[in-house]
Every structure is written in structure tokens, then in C-alpha cells.
RNA sequence: GCUGGAUUAGCUCAGUUGGCUAGAGCACUCCCAUGGUAAGGGAGAGGUCUCGGGUUCGAAUCCCGAAUCCAGCUCCA
């Protein structure tokens, strides 16, 4: 693959960072140093020597200097045997320990011109420092970052840098991100009242409040309809059931967020992770006939699993976390079209949701590890291949990464792009061939014979939490009509003037079903005016004399400006018309 | 869980090298003003400075531990 100029640059720079660091921390070891999309990080061994954050900018300063000598960078191949050597006396034993997973030999040393610096690396770098722009790069933060990437080994320091070819690149990069942090739904969700954390009951367990639970709610009802128009048959199953279920359903042994169990009279119970094998025993309630699949047994359940502290963070990782999760009960024929119905349903209910733009990945096992699934190797082959044919004819773009299936089959999930191009992994479909087998789930086929069901573990919009983390980040929390909590806010000039036509309004559009407020507080109404901006209302009708001598509201949305009288009828109209086509006033 | 950072009123933040009754703006309550499309004026109330130890004549400030949050890592919907 061509490599870029800027992926050169980047590269380059992690490398002077590592020479810059040796300059002022003659002791360190270094890790590994590659370019990422936003700039570059390189993995140190700080040892006993006394780094902090707060060194960056020095390192920063260091790297400008080395920049400024326009070295020139130099690439020389060494037979294996030397390269050891070498190695050896640079004392990079981390460097050494890669070359386990390195066959080539010569290895190829990257050095910079006056000789100061020697780093093992394939390159390509750029010719010279003076093709990096001085002024393209910064030093952003630090971090811990495992060794290799694994939890086992030793926590290394990484050291971030953005790095773009100009500074007004680099500025852009840098404000955007600024502006990203200020639509983050762990800011908005409780300025906006939609949810809170309190630390008394506990991390990872979010609280909605009224205005959020009216979302969660809009949401809730709109998927449930969509599903039940898909067969979909609702149930409601236990927070918690006996640890032996799990035992049975063989997560005990494999999965591990279980919450530890409680001791009831002598049983031990434990509250629920998956709502699986509670929707199995729904299908093992009665004998099934081929004629009753697909048999869809759904439900939008709190499940609970014991994430680790560090893993948590807003709504997008929490402890009990609502799946709008549905079992597919399917015959081994239906595999195909069933993940293709499913695939038609995602793609109906995303589209309302403004998320357009899909990419599959398809978590494959790891073939040198088949010990680590359950069920036949030919099995998986089976399904891993009919998932990408599905994909093909759908012209889904998609990517397979092996040894990323769950330990009872292949599943696929798909990223949703939201309005800044940033990609979300909210929708999972999971096939599973081994549940049926703990759980001996069979139906009558047509010879009259047993036969074992195949399962499909689907859930739309992920968690709730989640996709709603995922909907205030897209929408900047001003909801398109038909989700937002508060619909229209009515503004009368003078409360005590025009309080009563207000609520008379009011009125109407609540018998209409549209979620309004009276902001009749004894405020000047520019100030009333802000806070309903503040608080992205889509529509503000403000009402005077005017108005209620001619029944009209004057009609205000969202950060536009005045929109002129409507009377009152065609308000609702309008309303009704935006809020059923679920269209969104911003969008033009 | 790991590495690093943060924690002062409901919210956003000030608080000099440890020193008297800890400050501001917004929000809240009351009073005045009764307003026409993004902040009218005044007064008041509100804080065990996250929690627990320690050092000191004296701790919001220094040290140790814990909790929670943030950035990564690892793991995941």
C-alpha cells in the first residue's frame, strides 16, 4: 500500500520524539513508535527516572531543535546476526522481544543522519526533517499502554502527538476537537435534564430523568412497533434467575462480567447478564413445529455485567444496560433470508434515525484457536461463509476479523456513521449453533423427525443507553421533533397578560399528543426566549395581543429565527405533519 | 483492573510560597420593573473545601489511603 506523505511525517516524528526523549532521559527503553490517524505515540520505558506530564512541552522544544538540524534520515540493512548485536549494546530489549514475530533478515535500521539516533523500523520516512513542518505537530498527553497490548505484561508510558502537514491543519484538528467535546452526551445529557450518576448508587448505573425518560420512552415505543410489525413477540423475563442457568448456558465458564452471585436458601441466584436463556426457556414451553418458525421472542431488558471500573464512561459503557434484544428462533434453511429480514429491519430503523451510512465487521473465530469455541469447526465455516454472502448481495461493505467471535458463534455488527463521520458499533446479529445443543431446543421438521433450531441473538439499537449516548452526541441534543422531550414551548409576552390564551393553546396541542410547556415565569421574555434555546426546544410560540385576538401563535424554531404567525390550526398541522414523517428542522 | 490527571455552593470556576468569619457568575428565594424574539435592576439564602487518617501552633493548600470522574491501555452493547 502507498504510503502517504503525511503517514511519513508522522512516522518520522515518533521517532525524533524517541531521540529527543533519549536526549532528556538518557535511561529510557523504548517500545514501539507508530503513526495513527491523528499524529503519532511512542511506547517508553521510563525506568526509575522522574517523568511527568509536564516534561512535554521540553520534549516538544528538544524535538524542534532536531528538527531545525535538517538531518537527514537513513535506512541500512543489517544481516540478522548483527542486528542482534546491535541491539544488544543499544540495550533495546523490547526491541529484541519483537523480533520473535520478525522473520526478515537483513533487518532493516532506521538512523539519523549524524548517527545520533539508530531505531529498528521498516520505515518509510521521510528524506530529510526539513520536509516536517516545525509548527505541524504538538504533544498531546501521556498515557499507560500495556506492553504488546497485553494486560499481563508491563505497563509502559505512551506519549501522544497530533501531527498534520501545515498549523492551520493542526488548528482546525485541535478546534474540532473542541468542538466535538462540547456536544458530548456526558455534558449535554445533564445539562439538558435527560440523566444524572450518583455516586451513592453506584458507577455504571445511570439514572433517567424526566425529560431523558421521555426520550428513552419515544424510542422505546417507536422499536417495539417496528418489531412487532416484524413478528416480533414480546415478552418479559426476571432480572435474576439461578446461577445454574448460566451454568447450563455455559456463560458461568466463559463469560467474565458475571455479577457475583447471592445465596438464597441454600440456591445461589445471580442477577441477569443476557436475557438468552431466559427467551430459550419461552421456546423450550411448548413443542415446536417447522411451520412456527421463525418464532421471534423479544424483549427490552436490563441486564447486568460487572464491567471494570476503568471501562465505564457515560452511557456508552455502563452496568446495567437495557438490550432491545430478540431471539430468532430459526430453521438451519432460514439462515439467509432470516439475517437478510433482519438486515431490512435495521436498515427501516435506522433510516429514521438519520444514520444512513453502514460498515459490517464479521467477528470470525481464530482458526489456530478452534479449542477456545464451542461446537464443530465445520459449523463455523458454514455460517462465517453465509454471513459474507448476505453482505456481498447486499452490498454492504464489510470487514472479517478473525478471533473476535464469541466463544458460541460468528456474529455481525455494524458501525453506524453518525453526522460528524464518526462510526458506532450499535447493532449485533449473532448466530449461534451451540445454545440449541446446551439446551437441546428442537423443532418437528416436515419428515416428523427432531431437528435442531438455530438461534439468532439480534439487537437493533444495541443498548438504550448507548444508542441514546449515541443520538444527544449526533443531534447535538436538539432532537429532531419527533424525539425531542419537549416539543414546543409556549411563551406568553406577559404572564399575567396572556397567561390564559397560552395555556388555552396549550391545551389544544396537548390533546393532539405533542409534549408542550407554558414558560409564563415572571421574566422579561428575551430571557425566556434564551432558556428555551438553551435548552433546544424545536419550536417556541410566543403569544401577545396580537395573537389571541387573532388566534395565532408566533412561531420560533430551534436556533432560526422568528418564522412569523401561524394560526393556531396550522401550527398543529404542521406539527402533526413534522413529528409523523420524522423529518428534522434542521436539516434543509 | 492498569498508568497518569482531576475533585472548592445545584452548575461553571477564582482562591498568591499553609495564616483571621472561603469568593464570583449563573441557577434558586423575595422585592421592584409588566416586558415582542438569546441575559432588566436590587436584596437574600446556599459550602463538614469528595471522604478517612497524618504532619503542623495552624491545612481547601503538604503527606498517606479510599471514593468518584476524565484520558489512554485492556475488555465490551
Redesign the pocket.
Known sequence: MEVTQIEKIRHSLSHIMAQAVLRLFPDTKLGIGPAIDNGF?YDFDFGDQDF???KLRKIEKEMKKIIKRNLAFTQEMIPREGAIERLKTLKAEYKLELLDGIEDDPLSFFITGDGEFTDLCRGPHVQRTSEIPIDGFRL???????WR???KNK?L??I?GYAFETKEELETYIYNMEEAAKR?H??LG??LGLFM?S?IV???LPIFLPQGNILRETIEDYIKEKKKEYGHQFVTTPHMAKSDLYIKSKHWQKY??MIPPINIDGDEYTLKPMNCPHHFQVYLNEKRSYRDLPLIIAENAVVY?F?????????????G?T?DDSHWFIRPDQIGEQVNVALELMSEIYNDFGMTDFRAEI?AADRDNMDNYLGDPAMWDEAESKIEGILKTKEIEYKVNPG?A?FYGP?I?LQAKDTLGRE?????I?LDFNQPDNFDMTFTNSEGEDEKVVVLHI?I???F???MAIMIENYAGAFPLWLAPTQVKI????????GEYAHEVAQRLKEQGIRVEVG????????R???A??AKVPY?????????ETNT????I??K?????QTVDEFINNLNEEINSKTYYLND
Request: no cysteine.
Open positions: 505515540y511527568s506530564e509536564q498531546i498527553k501521556t498515557s499507560g499502554a500495556y497490548g497485553d494486560e505497563m508510558t505512551r501522544y458530548d456526558r455534558k445533564p445539562e450518576f455516586e453506584g458507577p455504571g467474565d462480567a455485567r464491567e471494570k471500573s476503568g471501562e465505564l464512561g457515560g452511557l456508552l459503557r455502563v452496568r444496560l438490550q467477528s473476535e464469541a456474529k455488527d458506532w458499533q450499535l447493532m449485533t449473532q439487537a439499537l444495541g443498548s443507553e448507548r444508542f411563551l406568553p409576552i406577559s404572564g399575567e397578560k396572556h409564563d415565569k415572571n421574566e422579561r421574555i428575551q430571557k426566549i434564551r432558556q434555546e438553551l417556541i410560540a410566543v403569544v401577545g395581543d396580537k395573537e389571541a401563535v408566533a412561531v420560533r430551534h436556533s429565527q422568528d418564522q412569523g404567525l
